[in-house]
Nanobody
Framework: QVQLVESGGGSVQAGGSLRLSCAAS????????MGWFRQAPGKEREGVAA???????TYGGSVKGRFTISKDNAKNTLYLQMNSMQPEDSAMYYCAAANFRPRGWWLLRHQDFGYWGQGTQVTVSS
């Protein structure tokens, strides 16, 4: 199965930017539906963004207009560019993959994704 490893997390001031990366090990990476999720202490896991094999994207309402998901198939890497970051963006961020674009894909449900990275911590200070 595909293996996912996130990197790029850290601490940033409010209004700043970070770019997260997710390296996938499988040769079939380009065939997966990929997403980013986040979870803060005491809160449910929240869908951030997803991208299909054709490059079509969807975003959670809380990040739309600020975050951008992209991928580089040649490098087997998924990215999340996070701009205009706010303290409420602080969370553990997870890269995830599904074998196909799920029904209700726009809902960004974590239960639709079967493969997960270990997470990378993002902290935004004011």
């Amino acid at each position: 199965q595909v293996q996912l490893v996130e990197s790029g997390g850290g601490s940033v001031q409010a209004g700043g930017s970070l770019r997260l990366s997710c390296a996938a090990s499988g040769y079939t990476y380009s065939n997966y539906y990929m997403g980013w999720f986040r979870q803060a202490p005491g809160k449910e896991r929240e869908g951030v963004a997803a991208i299909d094999t054709a490059g079509i994207t969807t975003y959670g309402g809380s990040v739309k207009g600020r975050f951008t998901i992209s991928k580089d198939n040649a490098k087997n890497t998924l990215y999340l560019q996070m701009n205009s970051m706010q303290p409420e963006d602080s969370a553990m961020y997870y890269c995830a993959a599904a074998n196909f674009r799920p029904r209700g894909w726009w809902l960004l449900r974590h239960q639709d994704f079967g493969y997960w990275g270990q997470g990378t911590q993002v902290t935004v200070s004011s």
